[in-house]
Structure formats: structure tokens, C-alpha cells
T-cell receptor, first 115, second 111 residues
Framework: AQKVTQAQTEISVVEKEDVTLDCVYE???????LFWYKQPPSGELVFLIR??????QNEISGRYSWNFQKSTSSFNFTITASQVVDSAVYFC????????????FGTGTRLKVLA | DVKVTQSSRYLVKRTGEKVFLECVQD?????MFWYRQDPGLGLRLIYF???????EKGDIPEGYSVSREKKERFSLILESASTNQTSMYLC??????????FGSGTQLSVL
């Protein structure tokens, strides 16, 4: 069975703090994609990153960085020097490459960045 | 700019009404999806379609049906709305194995 777990339901930080959002996934497939999406208060989910299972290199994009570790089935997301505009719900998702077209989402982590 | 457009941002309906939620994408994507989002449950897949007139059930299809007569349009139908279908409904589209593009969502309240 495939599953994505985001154990942190809600996180509050003060502006300029660093914060890490955890994502643990389960799959027996060897080939898959992992995603992070951001849902600001406006409601529309915005794509942040896609990573395929063969690429374990960590990625940095501005204040955002992602740590993919197949050994622990984790794909964690870190925001450095958080800002109020980072306040949103963040979803991690898994997409297999065989058979199904389904994307499996975690339950999301609500991040509140306080000024 | 690529776009997935959902016809209504907010909708209020009465129990037993037939409800249509419309979604249009302008990216010529093969795949389209309907999700429902509830607090603490994340996004749950209701139905998806990988081609015109083709559809597959997701995880929670009961009480819903879909229609895809044209590639760009994917409709979600609540045959007889019930209060437990009050939720945020999100439409998305993608080309094969690529990222999902989402609409802004429809907050449906069934009274």
C-alpha cells in the first residue's frame, strides 16, 4: 500500500526562524515521484518541487530546501528565515510511475509564521 | 499563463439537490482529477479521468459521478446532495506523471 504521512498538523514559528516540515512516505515501488505543494489562504495549491526516486540530491531554491532520503523514506522541506508570506498549508504527495494515475497526498501541515 | 478554472468559488445548495461543479483547463492535459479537502483528512481523490469519456473511481466515489465529454472540461456531479458532502472541492489537471495544476477550489455548503 502507498501512503504519505505528515505527522505535524500545525507549526507556529516567529518570523526569521527556520522551520522543517516532515514527510514520510511508503511504497514498494522503486520508481516514483515526490512532490511538495503550498496552499495559501486563497485556496489554490501551488507546485513547489518534484523529485524522482532516482535523484537523491538535495535541492535548494532561495529560502527553500528539500532533503530526500530513500533510506528513511523521507522527503523533508525546510524554510530558512521564515516570513509571514510563508504561512500556508503544505502538502507532500507521492505519485507512482506504473499503472495508476493517482497522486497520494499527506494530510498537510499548517504553518503559521508570526510577525 | 496556464489555468485551471472552477466555475464557482462558493456554492450553497439544499439537501437533495443535484449539483454540478465545473472545471476547465487550457493546457490540453490528458488527465483531470477531482479531490475533496476536509480538515485533518487532506486531499482525497473522488474521480479522475485520463482521456475524454474515460474515468476511474478514486478513493471516495460514493455519491458522486463525473462527466468528461471534452478534453478541457471535467464535471463533478452530486446526484443528491447531502450535508456530509459539505466540503472544499479541488479540480486539478496534469500531463502524464507531471505536476498537478490546481484550480482555486469550490467551497460547497449543503444545508
Amino acid at each position: 500500500a502507498q501512503k504519505v504521512t505528515q505527522a505535524q498538523t500545525e507549526i507556529s514559528v516567529v518570523e526569521k526562524e527556520d522551520v522543517t516540515l516532515d514527510c514520510v512516505y511508503e511504497t514498494r515501488d522503486t520508481t516514483y515521484y515526490l512532490f511538495w505543494y503550498k496552499q495559501p489562504p486563497s485556496g489554490e495549491l501551488v507546485f513547489l518541487i518534484r523529485r524522482n526516486s532516482f535523484d537523491e540530491q538535495n535541492e535548494i531554491s532561495g529560502r527553500y530546501s528539500w532533503n530526500f532520503q530513500k533510506s528513511t523514506s523521507s522527503f523533508n522541506f525546510t524554510i530558512t528565515a521564515s516570513q509571514v508570506v510563508d504561512s500556508a498549508v503544505y502538502f507532500c504527495a507521492l505519485r507512482l510511475t506504473s499503472g495508476t494515475y493517482k497522486y497520494i497526498f499527506g494530510t498537510g501541515t499548517r504553518l503559521k509564521v508570526l510577525a | 499563463d496556464v489555468k485551471v478554472t472552477q466555475s464557482s468559488r462558493y456554492l450553497v445548495k439544499r439537501t437533495g439537490e443535484k449539483v454540478f461543479l465545473e472545471c476547465v483547463q487550457d493546457m490540453d492535459h490528458e488527465n483531470m482529477f477531482w479531490y475533496r479537502q476536509d480538515p485533518g483528512l487532506g486531499l482525497r481523490l473522488i474521480y479522475f479521468s485520463y482521456d475524454v469519456k474515460m474515468k476511474e473511481k478514486g478513493d471516495i466515489p460514493e455519491g458522486y459521478s463525473v462527466s468528461r465529454e471534452k478534453k478541457e472540461r471535467f464535471s463533478l456531479i452530486l446526484e443528491s446532495a447531502s450535508t456530509n458532502q459539505t466540503s472544499m472541492y479541488l479540480c486539478a489537471s496534469s500531463s502524464d506523471r507531471a505536476k498537478l495544476f490546481f484550480g482555486s477550489g469550490t467551497q460547497l455548503s449543503v444545508l
